[in-house]
């Protein structure tokens, strides 16, 4: 699904904005699911946590959040409520250094 949605998301952002009867066609893409699949953080709750940990470990205290990739809305909010009662309180919050 997110490889879909970034051929898609390429093709109005970095592309030539192809969309046919409403809908934006997907781009070929040179980035396979698999490199895709290392660089987005797509898994179960608990490799989320400890790969957030890794992000943490390397003094990463911010990150982006985005769980619609096309999907249904109730599907869409099933993972943000996922995210927020599995994931969430198993992050340490970083103090910020202001």
């Known amino acids: 699904m997110a490889h879909d949605y970034y051929s898609r998301f390429d ?8 969309v046919r009867q409403g809908a934006i066609e997907p ?3 040179s980035q396979t699911i ?5 660089n987005l953080v797509i898994c179960q709750a608990d490799e989320m946590v400890d790969r ?3 992000y943490a470990e ?3 205290d911010e990150v982006i959040l985005s769980s619609n990739l096309g999907q249904p809305q109730g599907e869409h909010l099933e993972a943000m409520e996922r995210f927020a009662t599995a994931v969430l309180p198993h992050v340490q919050q970083v103090p910020s250094a202001a």
């Open 11 to 18: 093709n109005v952002f970095t592309g030539p904005g192809i």
């Open 34 to 38: 698999e490199e895709l699949e290392e």
């Open 27 to 29: 781009l070929p893409r």
């Open 52 to 54: 957030l940990a890794e």
């Open 58 to 60: 390397a003094g990463i």
